[in-house]
């Protein structure tokens, strides 16, 4: 079901990037919204902007999911949809330290678990609710180089999978938002990897926004900004050493370059 003019909405890692022009396009809808970003300053001022409500702190923890959702609660009356967009890239290489696998799994894994369990009974109760994870292509594929971030977005995805074969028939609606590059400060920071994330094309946050409200009228679980990000994913499952070979040659390209 679309999701309807004066429903609520609370958006994740929200004081720019795709967040922001998530939650910029759900009130230009209509919708009223939540933005939540651990950059209390930045939040502030894209909560002004662009008429929001500004709710500051960290979406991962056990402890700041919990104040995020009661606020939200607070404020909207009900929690309709939750757009779970925070996420990290830290950590290159086979030797990236355990605090970069921690982080990653707490923040690109952990959060939409944690927030789940406090959203999905009350969704069940009320036989509708709507939870759309930003799992990045790397979730479906990977993210040459980064170990941590394609391991972690694979699991927002299997987890958003998950979700979504156990309660699609309570009414809840589960989405997975897959782009490749995006012209945010993850790509400016992913230095001899930015050409190769870019090789497609390097989307607007604000297009990528765009596809994902367009995919709200029909409920796909798959939310592809980059189309030929599925004739990719269909080749890993069904090519894969051809897959992986021409992955293996992509790295040898960039590792040339460092």
Request: aromatic share 6%.
């Amino acid at each position: 079901m679309p999701i309807a003019p004066d429903s609520t909405a609370v958006v994740t890692g929200a004081a720019g990037g795709i967040g922001r022009a998530l939650a910029a396009r759900l009130v230009a809808e209509g919708v009223r919204v939540v933005v939540n970003d651990i950059d209390d300053v930045r939040l502030a001022q894209t909560a002004e902007e662009i008429g929001a409500h500004p709710v500051a702190g960290d979406a991962a923890s056990v402890e700041g999911v919990a104040r995020l959702v009661e606020a939200a609660k607070d404020h909207l009356g009900q929690i309709d949809t939750w757009y779970g967009n925070a996420g990290i890239d830290r950590g290159i290489g086979l030797d990236c330290p355990e605090e970069d696998w921690q982080a990653s799994h707490e923040v690109n894994v952990m959060a939409h678990v944690r927030a789940a369990r406090l959203l999905v009974p009350d969704w069940i109760e009320r036989k509708a609710g709507r939870y759309v994870v930003t799992a990045s292509a790397a979730g479906l594929l990977m993210m040459i180089g980064a170990p941590t971030y394609t391991v972690t977005k694979h699991g927002a995805v299997a987890f958003a999978e998950w979700l979504s074969a156990t309660y699609r028939h309570h009414g809840i609606v589960v989405q997975a938002i897959c782009p490749q590059g995006v012209q945010t400060g993850m790509l400016e920071r992913s230095g001899v990897m930015k050409d190769l994330l870019s090789r497609d094309s390097a989307l607007t946050p604000e297009q990528v926004a765009d596809t994902a409200w367009e995919a709200t009228k029909d409920d796909r679980f798959l939310v592809l900004p980059h189309p030929e990000v599925g004739d990719y994913y269909a080749a890993r499952a069904t090519q894969t050493d051809k897959w992986l070979g021409g992955m293996n040659r992509l790295w040898q390209h960039v590792e040339g370059q460092v």
